[in-house]
């Protein structure tokens, strides 16, 4: 039987090399398995202006990560072309979890608006989750002589691109809420685009415009004041916002269901394991107690779903607009 040396009797010159292998060796591990992440600053691209609900979404989402993590999310704004700018930087971003984009339904809209995009949105990117889904409401001035849906279809056939809905921008939340009234409706209601959701709420409000699908929570206090007339909420089903208020589809129009959603996605080639954790991280948060009532003060309804379902989700959306822009015949290039 062989006997082994002591290390402690060993030259001193084989120990130190020894020594000085394994330390190689874990250095080697460490560097391939890199730092645990995040080790640094998350970047959220928002492809809006500051203070839009998008906005606002996606400092919430970070605002989670970071009481998860310790780690700053830092939120770049980055406006233009109906969110397409933003995107477009945020799919050319490397893919290791440290660039998100914050996107809404323009975003599912997009290969059927523009025959050139800087990105495809099927290719260029992962979902991480849907975050929150919002209600808007189908309100008209007072001077239109209806007071539910099927008052208002019935006008605009009696009297055919006479009425006008307001939207804050071709291609849009609004404006594709508007297009998929006429669709389902038979009707043809002439979309007139606004700088913004606030400018064209401000026409609807001055006559300008006869017909808005406007966000609650501006138009709200609009309603209760008498300066607009409510008609319904756009959503599946009534907010608790203004519960007294039917949906479109129960009262008048079968079928219609219209809810402005607001997602995270990371770009293509992101590792599963990092969205994995995003992922978890963020539906936790979304569903705490505490982001639940601010969200619902917003109109929000939290979602936090999976990867997988998000990613469902935007198959859907997509097919459902191209079929929407084919038939109102909307080119926004």
Do not use: C
């Not at 109906?82 to 809404?104: E, H, I, M, R």
């Amino acid at each position: 039987m062989r006997s082994r040396t002591p290390p402690s009797l060993l030259p001193a010159a084989l120990l130190l090399a020894m020594l000085s292998g394994l330390i190689s060796s874990a250095s080697a591990q460490t560097r391939a398995a890199g730092p645990a992440y995040p080790a640094k600053p998350i970047r959220i691209i928002v492809p809006y202006a500051p203070g839009g609900p998008t906005d606002i979404l996606a400092r919430a989402a970070g605002q989670s990560l970071t009481e998860a993590w310790g780690q700053q999310v830092i939120i770049d704004n980055r406006p233009g072309a109906s969110g397409n700018v933003g995107t477009a930087a945020a799919a050319k971003a490397p893919p290791d979890g440290y660039t998100l984009n914050a996107v809404g339904i323009s975003f599912s809209a997009a290969p059927a608006l523009y025959s050139r995009l800087a990105f495809d949105p099927a290719r260029d990117f992962v979902p991480v989750t849907l975050l929150a889904t919002v209600n808007n409401i189908l309100a008209i001035h007072p001077s239109l002589p209806a007071t539910n849906v099927k008052q208002l279809i019935g006008l605009a056939k009696a009297r055919p691109g006479e009425l006008t809905f307001a939207s804050g921008g071709s291609g849009g939340a609004q404006h594709l809420a508007g297009e998929l009234f006429n669709s389902l409706a038979g009707i043809r209601m002439t979309h007139v685009p606004y700088k913004g959701s606030a400018p064209g709420l401000t026409a609807l409000i001055g006559g300008e415009v006869t017909v808005g699908f406007s966000d609650m929570l501006i138009t709200r206090p609009h309603v209760r004041s008498g300066r607009l007339r409510a008609l319904a909420v756009t959503g599946a089903s009534r907010s608790e916002l203004l519960p007294e208020l039917p949906t479109i589809a129960e009262s008048g129009l079968p079928g219609y269901a219209f809810s402005t959603w607001f997602g995270l996605l990371a770009p293509a080639g992101t590792p599963a394991d990092i969205v994995g954790r995003l992922n978890a991280e963020i539906a936790r948060g979304l569903k705490s107690p505490a982001m639940k009532e601010r969200l619902s003060g917003l109109g929000a309804e939290p979602v936090g779903n999976t990867s997988g379902q998000f990613s469902q989700f935007l198959r859907t959306e997509m097919a459902k607009w191209a079929k929407v822009v084919k038939s109102a015949g909307i080119r926004d290039d």
